[in-house]
């Protein structure tokens, strides 16, 4: 059964506006000056608009995709890590879709210190914190 729907539903997906071929969008760059990247990232609520349909989600800076960090080996990166989200009232519970308001930053694929508070997942960055 699911297999017959399948190409059903991909065909019906495809002619919606935002799956349409369009040309990509590089994000601004952030790049370290003297062996250091100290900037801001704001996480905030906003709207994204292409070909006509528009979106409201989370973003980065006011972008989306958001701002691309560059680094080279042996730079510090410092990130002051905004949450701008509302307060939603929800809170946290453990292994469960929960806290919408509540965010992390952390990275995939640096070699990166193992000391606190470094790249620690388990951090929850609530409303109007940084």
């Known amino acids: 059964m699911i297999a017959s729907i399948l190409p ?7 002619t919606l506006p935002f799956l349409e ?9 952030i ?5 250091v990247l100290d ?23 006011g972008l989306l995709p958001g701002p691309t960090l560059k680094i080279k080996p042996g730079d510090i990166l410092q990130v ?9 009232g929800i ?8 806290a919408p ?9 640096l070699h990166i210190s193992g000391e606190e508070p470094s790249d620690d997942v388990l951090i929850h960055l609530g409303p ?3």
Request: no cysteine; hydrophobic share 35%.
């Open 91 to 98: 809170p946290y519970i453990h292994n469960r879709p929960s």
């Open 80 to 88: 002051n890590f905004q949450n701008n989200l509302v307060d939603q």
């Open 39 to 61: 900037t801001t990232i704001t996480f905030a609520r906003g709207t994204h608009s292409r070909d006509g349909f528009t979106i409201t989600t989370r973003m980065l800076n």
């Open 8 to 14: 059903l539903a991909w065909n019906l997906l495809a």
């Open 31 to 35: 790049s370290s000056r003297g062996g």
């Open 21 to 29: 071929a369009a040309d990509l969008v590089e994000p601004p760059v």
């Open 101 to 109: 308001d509540e965010s992390n930053l952390h990275f995939h694929g």
């Open 128 to 130: 109007g914190k940084s």
